[in-house]
């Protein structure tokens, strides 16, 4: 029994890990490389394996950097079923097709470009998939409810637990069988924060033989929820006494319902005064409906709102914004007013419309709630640049830039640890320490090495290792 790491090994995004068995070969993930758009087009492209060779994926939940490859998988072969709850099933397909359309439209942008200025490598000239692979994918979607095992082919059992990282995101845990012995794997997929809105906390399980765990956040502390919050409410308070502008770049799934659901409990508890909040993405309106439907995964506080009367993603102001000319509108308004649009690191999306008007604009605030990858313009912004470059036009950074990283999804060192320490009583043979950059790697294993006393690894991309 081998476990090959494809993705995620010592950088964050392309999460995929193959099982292979004498019975079986499956996956876990098959996620999307993010980076430099010319090396991120060559390794999504291709796989180290075949994939008519694959009998099924198991997805962890609906962020591209995990499900983001699957139509490239099944264009190539894979015919198998993907595993996954309900919630995340639903916001896959929502995401696949949404990421689809947009390579459509950059690569015919890319085909009527002159050719030097697609030697930039800005867009391909082909998509990686198209609408029609992405609606492929939704046939082979099946849906498996947490806590409950499920067989699968090959003497693999199944059973998904809360991660609370975004809505329908799991821990996957696997029973794995060959010659009579059973291997415990368990992925942590992106683990999350306790009490983060909506959905529940994380069920970390008490047992593993090995352990795949996440490193996104293992050499960073956050702050608490709460402080997150208070700090929040002041720069809403701020900006209604100055008449001003915020421009939140959010990421369309999960960190844009979790802003909604504290602004919905700011406004009703009368804390802030009411100000127009615009959701000025088609993706994240149609997310937000999602998450309404799936009640499922509501924890007892959401339960307790609704039960109480209210509707936890909606409240006085909120508006959504449909059509590209209505957001045209929204920055050209007198504040105050929210607007909240993607993309979340502020590489393209309506959130560049808003920031070219309104970045050289003292009274503007400019509220960062998410990470900020190198490279994007947003991680220029957070790190103080005084001049970027919006649509080929040079923009003097005057707007006031606020990060409030306590809306992160991901676990922080603090709570890793403590999410760690319920293995103590049955440590794991070997833990892998994945989904992060080198250092944070590293220093999970140096986390894992100390709290569990067990031998922990930051693999690297094509690593194998022996289970049984
Ligand atoms: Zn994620």
Redesign the pocket.
Known sequence: MELIIHGAGQTVTGSLYQIKTKAVSFLIDCGLFQGKPAEQSNRNQTFAFEPSSIEYVILS?A?L??CGRLPVLARAGFRGPIYATSATAELCKLLLRDMAETEEEDAARARSQPSPSRSNHVFDAEPLFNVSDAKRIVKQLRTVKYNVKESLPGNVTLRFRDAG??LG?SIVETWIEERGKVVHLVDT??IGRENLPIIRDPDFPSAANFLLCESTYANRTHKSFSQTIARFERIIIKANRHRSHILVPAFAI?RTQSLIYALNTLVENAQVPIIPVAIDSPLAIRATEIFKRHRECFDSETWGLIKSGDAPLDFKGLQYVERQTDSDYLSQKRGPIMIVAGSGMMNGGRILRHLYRRIEDKNTNILVIGFQAPGTLGHRIVNGARQVRIYGRKKRVRARIESLYGFS??ADRNELQNYLSSLRGHPPQLVFCIHGSPRACNSLTKMVKRTLRCPAVAPRIGQRFKLA
Do not use: L, R
Request: proline share 0%.
């Open positions: 939940h962020h950097d995990h990282h975004i995101s997929g992106d999960g999804a991901h």
